[in-house]
């Protein structure tokens, strides 16, 4: 309660240093408070355009119009204020930082309506991807959607650009060595948990699964000893099957 006090008792000296004049600080800062404490939006998007008219260069004016922007499901206008912010303060901390924020907003999104709607999921995905184009995350989930939809092309292509991004992304390896034994395309995913491995050389289910791609290309004995590197590093289900061919 003392809190929100404070707030209030903040609000009310905000009101009084702009009876002395306009001020596009005091006008930030009020629409900052209405927006986070009182959920007061159209008060916070009332200040932070008549911040944006007395100081248009700020960019933290139009990041915080963006937030405004995006809560009410004005994307296109949030999207706006960001590059508008980017290009004010190009790779500035706090720009960046609200793109991914935005980002894995619109990400949650897609994700609560990935079982009853794919389409408008990645929808969803795609959005969340012209706020921040380097969302590993949503990479991977638009792939899984497209696969669903027995789209496998861009499914892979997908998968592809999340490893690109980060390429510890376990379960987009996966998806690719699905996609790649399809078509029997045993080389490539081999080449592919390798490379996985130079990053986390410790994954057990990483050796298994390249395992099993020497298997069907007929390679028992490189099989053989990646079952083994599994089932050091403790993966039961890697020693249960070396105990069955050995």
Request: proline share 2%.
């Amino acid at each position: 309660m003392s809190r929100l006090k404070n707030f209030e008792e903040a609000i009310e000296l905000f009101n009084r240093a702009i009876e002395f004049g306009d001020d596009w600080n005091f006008y930030y800062r009020r629409a900052r408070t209405y927006h986070f404490t009182f959920k007061k939006y159209d008060r916070a998007l009332d200040d932070i355009n008549k911040s944006i008219a007395i100081r248009p260069t700020r960019s933290k004016n139009y990041i915080m119009r963006s937030k405004r922007y995006l809560a009410m499901e004005n994307y296109d206008e949030s999207l706006s204020d960001l590059a508008i912010g980017n290009q004010l303060t190009p790779e500035s901390d706090r720009v960046e930082d609200w793109a991914q924020r935005a980002s894995n907003e619109l990400l949650r999104k897609g994700h609560l309506i990935f079982k009853t709607d794919l389409s408008a999921a990645i929808d969803f995905y795609n959005l969340s991807l012209q706020f921040y184009q380097s969302n590993d995350e949503v990479y991977y989930w638009r792939g899984v959607a497209l696969h669903r939809l027995q789209n496998k092309e861009d499914a892979m292509l997908d998968f592809t650009q999340c490893i690109e991004i980060n390429p510890r992304h376990f379960e987009s390896y996966r998806m690719i060595d699905y996609l790649l034994a399809e078509k029997g395309q045993w080389d490539m995913i081999i080449a592919y948990w390798t490379v996985f491995l130079e990053h986390e050389p410790d994954e057990a289910r990483a050796y298994l699964e390249r395992a099993g791609a020497h298997k069907r290309k007929g390679d028992r004995e490189a099989a053989i000893a990646d079952l083994m590197s599994s089932c050091d590093l403790g993966l039961e289900e890697a020693c249960k099957i070396l105990d069955r061919i050995q």
